[in-house]
């Protein structure tokens, strides 16, 4: 489906990060609550033993909490001026397939209950896919820079739906070394159904695989986050020539080339010293 004219009074960003994909929508009983038709890796699935549940239930109360969301903040029924969209972020982060997560989001979303009101959403730019990314900073970044090639303007507030335990990563470490204020982002997070025992030791996990890596490499450009990346399918080359209308825009594009190329300076941990355009958003977005 094409996004025809979005509208250009959106300034809210609802970005729903995506974690696997659903490659369930050409069977015959599509169905993505069932674990066996998502591509999970093994700490995702199902155990019987201790009873937690597969993460794709997860994934859904992401997609549906993204579509309340939209649904709760606009007043889109009463023809007043659309204000968010609604953005799945993922690559096509598996060998198996060739389609993204963002994509396989948007084909689960329409067994949603309220599937006829999503399929006005999606044409009309309400609902968008970021297929690029490949860890939580692409998410951020890409996202808003997917926002900006289709609206013509930043948002003005980004609201984040992840785990809960990754959630830190965004407020702590992405959004400082986007330079992102921080009161223009939320995040609303909800950890999979798990025992004590197994969250507790999926926090630390994070904090050792996930949040440490990238205090001491901001942008993910050196092993391990970026040899995570290339497991994940990270086409780069593919990415740029897909932005480039956009890094082709003059100074804007000049500085946006830059950040993209950017690599924590000579300690790796150094943020990106030029200002960047969104810091700037708060009033101008309000009146593009």
């Not at 159904?193 to 996930?210: F, H, V």
């Not at 690599?263 to 990106?272: A, I, R, T, V």
Request: net charge negative; proline share 6%; with cysteine.
């Amino acid at each position: 489906m094409v996004i025809s004219n979005p509208p250009k009074s959106i300034v809210d960003l609802v970005v729903v990060c995506c974690h696997a994909i659903w490659n369930g929508h050409s069977s015959s009983s599509p169905d993505p609550y069932k674990e066996k038709q998502w591509i999970l890796k093994g700490f995702q699935r199902s155990n019987r033993e201790t009873g937690k549940q597969g993460e794709h239930l997860s994934f859904m109360r992401h997609i549906n909490e993204a579509m309340l969301y939209l649904l709760s903040t606009d007043s889109e029924l009463q023809n007043d001026p659309a204000q968010t969209l609604v953005m799945f972020s993922g690559g096509p982060t598996s060998k198996e397939t060739d389609i993204s997560e963002a994509f396989s989001y948007w084909k689960a979303l329409h067994t949603w209950d309220h599937v006829e009101i999503m399929g006005q959403l999606y044409p009309n730019g309400r609902i968008m896919l970021e297929e690029h990314s490949t860890d939580s900073y692409q998410n951020f970044i890409f996202s808003v820079l997917e926002f900006r090639k289709q609206i013509g303007h930043y948002p003005r507030n980004i609201h984040i739906i992840t785990h809960g335990f990754k959630g830190p990563r965004f407020l702590d470490l992405h959004a400082k070394a986007l330079q992102w204020p921080k009161e223009r982002i939320s995040v609303y997070v909800r950890n999979p159904e798990m025992s004590r025992a197994e969250l507790e030791e999926t926090i630390a996990l994070e904090k050792q695989n996930g949040y440490l890596p990238f205090v001491s490499d901001p942008y993910g450009a050196h092993a391990s986050l970026l040899d995570k990346r290339k497991v994940r399918c990270w086409d780069e080359t593919k990415f740029r020539a897909y932005m480039s209308p956009l890094l082709n825009e003059g100074e804007e594009g000049v500085l946006l080339t830059r950040l993209l190329d950017w690599k924590g300076g000579e300690s790796g941990d150094e943020l990106f010293p030029d200002t960047l355009p969104w810091n700037e958003t708060s009033s101008a977005a309000g009146s593009s």
